[in-house]
């Protein structure tokens, strides 16, 4: 790329870290840490039609703390007190309140070949008022100088400032892990998410303070502008509906792919079989090695396990008249976590439950998660908190009267045809619907129509039409739901 192009870069990105009283402390000796993307010329790709408004967050990884944005993160590990060591509460190394520079990528990098509507990250910067805690972590206390103000040097820190001008190889002070970023938009469905390392070191003199850039991704889309592997795709938040009916109501959920129930037994449970599409965190794939005490393995991309999980959750209906509407937010219980491969499941649930899938972005908190606890939150293993996308909810249950068919009619047209339009209140388990002529002899079916909303709790259109032939000596139309039993007739007009 252009030099000069990519020095007008750093100093805006050095530029935005003195545009108020940013705490610096534990965020570097040279004005914190950049992020870079637009002044290398990588950018995500154009949100998918229908997307609502973009908005960005990002962490480091073990660190992040979505759910407490305060500002107030110190001392680089995301807890806060006098000294980040004393008492207080675990509110993350990520982006706070921030407001994340997300510009058009046509205009950040002076090209048009990036398609319309790319986004790259600006002028962003560990150090930038509003930002939660720091990279630059002092996660091990057995290192004299952790607050070294460089990510993850390769030489003996102490050593080096002692002044005896040594850079002695010592992978002891690889300690700051890499971070994540995710653009969400304001529908819900689409998900963007992508992870890189620190700075890759030179050599063990390479003294350069480090920075994360999102140009080292390198399993992503080519890029229209340089040819690498670094433009970050949108995906489909797992469990939505990928090819919603544009007849059914929105937000529509693909998560429950089959039901088993016994229609005959009102109170009987449900096996469901879920799947959901695969999400792909891109990345740089890179490895960190450390010998540091307080990590397992290294601190590159490649290193710090699985960085999506999927968690099954369930909720009860509580309004049959009204499943999607009367879920409580805070009332879903967790019924099983998954990670990558995994990408279906077989659950058993009550009758009349609703099910989701919500994914979650970063680390998985450990199962003795205590935001409280600063020692866990210091060496990184708090996890990530409030990252996430949820899918809508599908709701199943035992044959309701919710279900029944409203608004029948039957409409004869001029050649002696009978057009039938019905609709459903909430399709919970009804899997079609049987039209009956109802004669002085009895009812005579005359066809079926699958159910298109079956297992989401929603609304849907029908229409039907009978030959003249099929309907000699019939004034009643009868519309029966499949397996209740649930029906509703009409007089021909």
């Known amino acids: 790329m252009k030099r000069g192009f990519r020095a007008l870069a750093v100093l805006a990105a050095v530029a ?71 008492a207080g509460a675990f509110n993350g190394n990520d982006s706070g309140t921030f407001p994340i520079e997300l510009r058009d990528a046509r205009t950040a990098t002076g090209s048009s070949l990036p398609p319309a509507g790319s986004l790259c990250f600006g002028s962003n910067n560990w150090a930038n008022t509003g930002i939660d805690g720091c990279c630059d972590n002092p996660r091990d206390p057995l290192l004299q100088i952790s607050d070294d103000g460089i990510l993850n040097p390769l030489y003996n820190v102490q050593r080096r400032r002692n002044g005896d001008g040594v850079f002695s190889a010592n992978t002891q002070w690889v300690q700051d892990s890499p971070m994540m970023a995710l653009l969400r938009e304001s529908t819900g469905r689409y998900i963007a998410v992508a992870a890189v390392s620190t700075l890759k070191r030179s050599g063990t003199s390479d003294d350069r303070p480090g920075s994360y850039n999102f140009r080292d ?10 040819a690498e592997p670094n433009v970050v795709p949108w995906q489909v938040c797992p469990g939505w509906n990928v090819n919603p009916d544009p007849n059914r109501p929105t937000p529509q959920s693909d998560l429950v792919h089959s039901t088993t129930f016994d229609p005959n037994d009102r109170g009987a449970s449900h096996i469901l079989d879920l799947g959901w599409n695969d999400v792909t965190v891109y990345s740089d794939n890179a490895l960190r090695t450390s010998t540091n005490a307080t990590v397992t393995g290294g601190l590159g991309t490649a290193q710090v396990g699985p960085l999506v999980r999927y968690v099954v959750e369930t909720q009860g209906v509580v309004d049959p008249n009204d499943a999607i509407g009367s879920l409580l937010p805070n009332g879903w219980t967790a019924v099983g976590t998954f990670t990558n491969p995994t990408n279906s499941t077989q659950v058993v649930v009550a009758a009349d439950t609703c099910v989701r899938l919500r994914t979650y972005f970063g680390a998985n908190p450990p199962g003795t998660f205590d935001p409280n606890n600063t020692d866990t939150c210091r060496v990184g293993e708090c996890g990530d908190l409030g990252y996430e996308c949820a899918s809508p909810p599908a709701c199943l249950g035992g044959p309701l009267v919710s279900e029944s068919p409203i608004e029948l009619k039957a409409i004869r047209e001029r050649a002696g045809a009978i057009t039938i339009t019905w609709k459903s209140s909430a399709e919970l388990t009804t899997t079609a619907y049987k039209i009956n002529a109802v004669t002085k002899k009895g009812s005579v079916t005359l066809g079926t129509v699958p159910a298109t909303a079956t297992g989401s709790g929603m609304s849907a259109s029908y229409k039907f039409k009978a030959a003249a032939t099929q309907l000699k000596g019939t004034r009643t139309i009868e519309i029966v739901a499949i397996p209740s039993g649930a029906k509703q007739r009409v007089q021909i007009q």
Do not use: E, H, K, M
């Open 217 to 226: 991704v390198n399993d992503g889309l080519a890029n229209l502008i340089t």
């Open 16 to 86: 935005v870290t003195s545009a108020g009283p940013a705490a610096f402390a534990g965020c570097g000796d040279f004005g914190g840490f950049a992020i870079f993307q637009c002044g290398d010329r990588a950018y995500f790709n154009p949100p998918p039609a229908g997307a609502g408004a973009v908005s960005s967050v990002f962490w480091q990884i073990g660190y992040g703390n979505n759910t407490l944005n305060d500002g107030s993160g110190t001392s680089g590990y995301g807890t806060y007190g006098v000294d980040g060591l004393g």
